[in-house]
């Protein structure tokens, strides 16, 4: 039987880069993370944002993208992923539909693939300004 000293529970969480790259093509920085948080309970993504926000000096923490997160055994440390983009327009171009999607940048597409597929090809079926017609609702004559 063993108790925490209360000092250890408030010990903040340290966040150490390594391998940082400048990516010119993507105008970016690029870089593993390890965060060590102990006693803690998992750090959230957004936590992380802002404490890089103000390491790297970035003014609009939506370039700032963090993902690929593993949990070392034992807890107490994980390590990802952090990609920090120069513009937002830079950002949207590179990153990937779903990472936008995470973020919020994006819109996420409503109904499930098979609905959209169906959707499709029964305007298929249909010509001219008709297709608006298919799938939404009909107006009564």
Do not use: C
């Amino acid at each position: 039987f063993s108790t925490v000293p209360p000092a250890a529970t408030t010990m903040s969480v340290t966040i150490r880069t390594r391998k940082v790259l400048t990516n010119r093509l993507l105008n970016r920085k690029q870089m593993v993370i390890d965060v060590l948080h102990p006693n803690k309970a998992t750090v959230s993504k957004k936590d992380l944002k802002d404490i890089l926000a103000k390491e790297y000096k970035v003014n609009d923490d939506k370039t700032i993208f963090t993902f690929g997160f593993r949990t070392a055994f034992g807890g107490q440390k994980i390590t990802g992923f952090a990609l920090i983009y120069d513009t937002l327009e830079d950002a949207l171009d590179a990153e990937p539909k779903y990472r936008l999607i995470r973020s919020g940048l994006r819109a996420k597409k409503e109904g499930s693939r098979k609905q959209r597929r169906e959707l499709k090809n029964k305007k298929k079926k249909v010509r001219g300004k008709k297709k608006k017609d298919v799938g939404g609702k009909v107006a009564k004559k």
